[in-house]
């Protein structure tokens, strides 16, 4: 994985048309219950004001603005305006009443916003892809309200012999086939070193708790293949 952020754009902006159905066939679908998994860990609430970062084309933000309601707010923070332009898109009323959703395109290193500002956070699949994780989690940490929780959910290296193993295969003839199809490989050849180099839970935690929460836990889910680190400000 490069530590070029704007290589790392690229490779988002590519990727972006296709992002939402690669990640339908690459998880069977589970995706969207790891998703579902990480808002509630959140616990936003009604006419709260929530912050997705990291948020891709989209699909935390809207769950975030089902939950919070009409007299909530949810800001979808990206660095990748193609991701961007795709949730936008996608950002139509519900048929229960949902919170506004701002769009807005910055660096989860350097957060327009003020100190003390969101009573929740989520961050899908971002993590393991900023260039510096401590610098994230404290811009994380600074604009959370005292006692607000954020959820990261993010792929995880098993402790697990077997399912390590299983990891590596899922990656070598489910994920490389499939961005063939789509013309993706090279786009897509970035998660198994990105994930080599990804701090496994306990070391998450510690990274958290040197950025100033309170509380960090850590989760593995889908046999440890991906987890949910749970952090309260």
């Known amino acids: 994985m490069t530590d070029n952020p704007e290589q790392i754009k690229t490779i988002f902006n590519r990727i972006a048309p296709v992002y939402n159905q690669m990640n339908d066939w690459l998880s069977f679908g589970q995706h969207r219950i790891w998703k579902q998994m990480a808002v509630k860990w959140s616990k936003v609430g009604p006419g709260n004001?929530?912050?997705d970062l990291c948020c891709g084309s989209g699909d935390i933000a809207l769950l975030l603005a089902k939950q919070a309601?009409?007299?909530?707010?949810?800001?979808?923070?990206?660095?990748s305006p193609a991701q961007l332009a795709v949730?936008?898109?996608?950002?139509?009323?519900?048929l229960t009443p949902s919170s506004p959703i701002t769009w807005v395109e910055a660096d989860a290193l350097d957060l327009p916003f003020p100190d003390n500002y969101f009573?929740?956070?989520?961050?899908?699949?971002?993590l393991r892809n900023v260039t510096d994780i401590p610098r994230s989690l404290h811009q994380l940490h600074r604009v959370l309200k005292p006692g607000a929780t954020a959820a990261i959910l993010d792929f995880h290296r098993p402790s697990n012999s077997?399912?390590?193993?299983?990891?590596q295969f899922y990656l070598d003839t489910l994920v490389v086939p499939v961005a063939q199809q789509f013309g993706m490989t090279q786009e897509y050849a970035y998660i198994n070193p990105s994930l080599?180099?990804?701090?496994?839970?306990?070391?998450?935690?510690?990274?958290?708790?040197?950025?100033?929460?309170?509380?960090?836990?850590?989760?593995p889910i889908a046999g440890a293949m991906m987890g949910v680190l749970v952090l309260v400000s």
């Open 196 to 219: 080599e180099k990804f701090p496994i839970g306990q070391q998450q935690v510690a990274i958290a708790r040197q950025a100033g929460f309170t509380a960090a836990t850590h989760y």
């Open 119 to 126: 009573d929740c956070a989520t961050m899908g699949y971002g």
């Open 49 to 51: 004001t929530c912050l």
């Open 162 to 167: 077997l399912m390590r193993s299983f990891q």
């Open 69 to 79: 309601g009409p007299t909530g707010s949810v800001f979808g923070v990206d660095f």
């Open 87 to 94: 949730a936008a898109r996608r950002d139509r009323p519900f």
